[in-house]
């Protein structure tokens, strides 16, 4: 088992920067990529960025160029740096790690998610 805990989210304006934090813990030996999605009211749950075991980064949709994403293996932590925030960016940001055995095959872990609001 995998626990995933988020933190960071609040209230920005617009323009404004954050940096959420991802703190893995459990069975992390088997995990061998994490990444970042968000839900809107009303929208899908959408992938943000990815980082895989090997250290390759990957981002989609609106984020590009302006979020980070970024993994401190020694805390088992990871971080979402986001920048030139947006109103539309307004989401509940949701932690993810894929697990991968040989036994049990592939599962995804989630966070309870963090608030992210970009209000003026």
């Known amino acids: 088992q995998v626990q995933l805990v988020e933190s960071g989210g609040g209230l920005v304006q617009p323009g404004g920067s954050l940096r959420l934090s991802c703190a893995a813990s459990g069975s992390i030996f088997s995990i061998n990529a994490m990444g970042w999605y968000r839900q809107a009211p009303g929208k899908q749950r959408e992938l943000v960025a990815a980082?895989?075991?090997?250290?390759?980064?990957n981002y989609a949709g609106s984020g590009k160029g302006r979020f980070t994403i970024s993994r401190d293996n020694a805390k088992n932590t990871m971080y979402l740096h986001m920048n030139s925030l947006r109103p539309e960016d307004t989401a509940v940001y949701y932690c993810n790690a894929r697990s991968r055995t040989v036994v049990a095959g592939t599962h995804d872990y989630w966070g309870q998610g963090t608030q992210v609001t970009v209000s003026s």
């Open positions: 980082i895989t075991s090997g250290g390759s980064t």
